[in-house]
Nanobody
């Protein structure tokens, strides 16, 4: 079992920045995919960014390319999401996910095994 705990959410004005963290504990894993998703009420969970902990190339949703950066610190078992130039449409609950249970796009929420509880991000105009 793997436990994921997110932090770093908050309320900011458009154009501002936030840095999200996700700490993994429990069973150790390496060379796995980890990702950030966001959830807005009434909408499907959306993949934001993903990274392979074996130091692969990160993947981003088109809506966040150039503004968000996903990174990892394997020594601290922590996943990060640096969010810059935030827009009101970035508002939502951001969830951390880890370990794939099947193939497919790494931004597809259905293929991840472990999930955190999420952290709220609110961007006002």
């Amino acid at each position: 079992q793997v436990r994921l705990v997110e932090s770093g959410g908050g309320s900011v004005q458009a154009g501002g920045s936030l840095r999200l963290s996700c700490v993994a504990s429990g069973d150790k894993f390496s060379r796995e995919w980890m990702a950030w998703f966001r959830q807005v009420p009434g909408k499907e969970r959306e993949g934001v960014a993903a990274i392979w902990t074996g130091e692969g190339v990160p993947r981003y949703a088109d809506s966040v390319k150039g503004r968000f950066t996903i990174s990892q610190d394997n020594a601290d078992n922590t996943l990060y999401l640096q969010m810059n130039t935030l827009k009101p449409e970035d508002t939502g609950v951001y969830l951390c996910a880890a370990v794939l249970k099947s193939g497919g796009s790494v931004l597809n929420p259905q293929i991840y095994v472990y999930w955190g509880q999420g952290t709220q991000v609110t961007v006002s105009s």
